[in-house]
């Protein structure tokens, strides 16, 4: 056994592996041109619209979303925001197909708030409106074709933790896949 002086800095393998892939991934950064800081996501508890159908936001169930373009809406300074994870995708499906491109996708983040989900024959789960309950799309996995509904009925239901996410498929049905892996074709069929 070697002692070591106390005065001496121990560093374990992890810490130096940990920080090497940190430095790593902010030099990456840097030379891809991805440090651009993104905007941060906003309340809508405030008697907002849908930009998708109109519906106002905190009167209804279920997920929520907002995406920031790189020109915003013309009639206001920060994102299109929606009642539901299906309005998101669709109306941002919609606008890339005109030539718009999303900076970044939030939606409701039910890792992170405590959620309910009520009624017997129809279950529907609780809206989180609040900034902090918003996480961007790429950190999140989430469950299509759940028994559970949102304000426009089926909708796809956002966590970032997987194992979350499995378990909430396996109480209430459906299959979780990566945000980023959203199609039309999958909001469609959610939607049908």
């Known amino acids: 056994m070697v002692d070591q002086p106390s005065d001496q800095l121990s560093v374990s393998r992890r810490s130096v592996v940990t920080l090497a ?20 996501a906003i309340s809508l508890d405030d008697g907002q619209s849908c930009d998708a159908c109109g519906m106002v ?22 994102p299109a ?3 539901s994870g299906t309005c998101t995708y669709t109306y941002r499906f919609d606008r890339e197909d005109e030539g718009w491109n999303p900076r970044v996708t939030y939606l409701t983040d ?22 902090d309950a918003y996480v961007q799309e790429s950190q999140l996995f989430v469950v299509a074709g759940s028994d559970v509904l949102g304000a426009m009925g089926p909708d796809v239901i956002p966590f970032s933790d997987e194992d979350d996410a499995e378990e909430f498929a396996s109480e209430y049905g459906g299959s979780v896949i990566a945000a980023t892996d959203i199609d039309r074709e999958l909001i469609d069929s959610v939607r049908a």
């Open 57 to 78: 936001i905190e009167e209804h169930p279920g997920p929520t979303g907002q995406v920031f373009f790189e020109d915003e809406p013309a009639d206001r300074d920060g």
């Open 81 to 83: 925001w929606f009642c």
């Open 21 to 40: 892939a940190g430095g790593l991934t902010l030099a990456l950064a840097g030379c891809t041109g991805e440090s651009e800081e993104l905007p941060a």
């Open 110 to 131: 039910y890792t992170a708030v405590s959620y309910d989900v009520s009624g017997d024959s129809e279950p529907s789960i609780s809206a989180h409106l609040s900034a």
